[in-house]
T-cell receptor, first 117, second 114 residues
Framework: AQTVTQSQPEMSVQEAETVTLSCTYD???????LFWYKQPPSRQMILVIR??????QNATENRFSVNFQKAAKSFSLKISDSQLGDAAMYFC??????????????FGTGTRLQVTL | ETGVTQTPRHLVMGMTNKKSLKCEQH?????MYWYKQSAKKPLELMFV???????ENNSVPSRFSPECPNSSHLFLHLHTLQPEDSALYLC?????????????FGPGTRLTVL
């Protein structure tokens, strides 16, 4: 079974600084999807960034980028120029490639990110 | 943030009550999901509906009963719950058949069982 591990329950970063959130996963599949979701205090979970395993290039979305290390099964999220609005729970998630059926996401336990002035 | 809506946002119920949670998606998706989110635990997938048919049920107790009358609506019927069922219940939807099949989440219902 696939598992996702986020070893940092809480992280803190100063405004305008850079922070990296860690995620490792375990799978025997060769192709899959990885996601980072953000859950602000208002609780609506939103997708931050996604990566398909067969793509070697790391995904980037504005201030958010990932460091995808397939051999190490590592998928870290880097937030640059941190803003107060980045404060939230961040969840790493894994999904097998099965476009013909409803997807099943496996989530980590989350990392709570605090942003300080 | 209005793509997936959930009502009520907060619910307090006794162990003998019967209540229902409602989810509605306005994204034209064909799959819907119920998740349970408890503190310090990963999100637990409870039920999956694809094209209005239940395709997954992760050994959820029978006191939780899902219903998907059409592709836009999903309900979670609750009866004789236990205090350990107190959690945030999240609904999500996605479009089966596209590559990422990304799930879009609602704001959740905070359930407290007394």
């Amino acid at each position: 079974a696939q598992t996702v591990t986020q070893s940092q329950p809480e992280m803190s970063v100063q405004e305008a600084e850079t922070v990296t959130l860690s995620c490792t996963y375990d799978t025997s599949e060769s192709d899959y999807y990885l996601f980072w979701y953000k859950q602000p205090p208002s609780r609506q979970m939103i997708l931050v960034i996604r990566q398909e395993a067969y793509k070697q290039q790391n995904a980037t979305e504005n201030r958010f980028s990932v460091n995808f290390q397939k051999a190490a099964k590592s998928f870290s999220l880097k937030i640059s120029d941190s803003q107060l609005g980045d404060a939230a729970m961040y969840f790493c998630a894994y999904r097998r490639v099965n476009t013909g059926t409803a997807s099943k996401l496996t989530f980590g336990t989350g990392t709570r990110l605090q942003v300080t002035l | 943030e209005t793509g997936v809506t959930q009502t009520p946002r907060h619910l307090v119920m006794g162990m003998t009550n019967k209540k229902s949670l409602k989810c509605e998606q306005h994204l034209g998706h064909n799959a819907m999901y119920w998740y349970k989110q408890s503190a310090k635990k990963p999100l637990e997938l409870m039920f999956v509906y694809s094209l209005e048919e239940r395709v997954e049920n992760n050994s959820v107790p029978s006191r939780f009963s899902p219903e998907c009358p059409n592709s836009s609506h999903l309900f979670l019927h609750l009866h004789t719950l236990q205090p350990e069922d107190s959690a945030l219940y999240l609904c999500a939807s996605s479009q089966v058949g596209i590559s990422y099949n990304e799930q879009f989440f609602g704001p959740g219902t905070r359930l407290t069982v007394l």
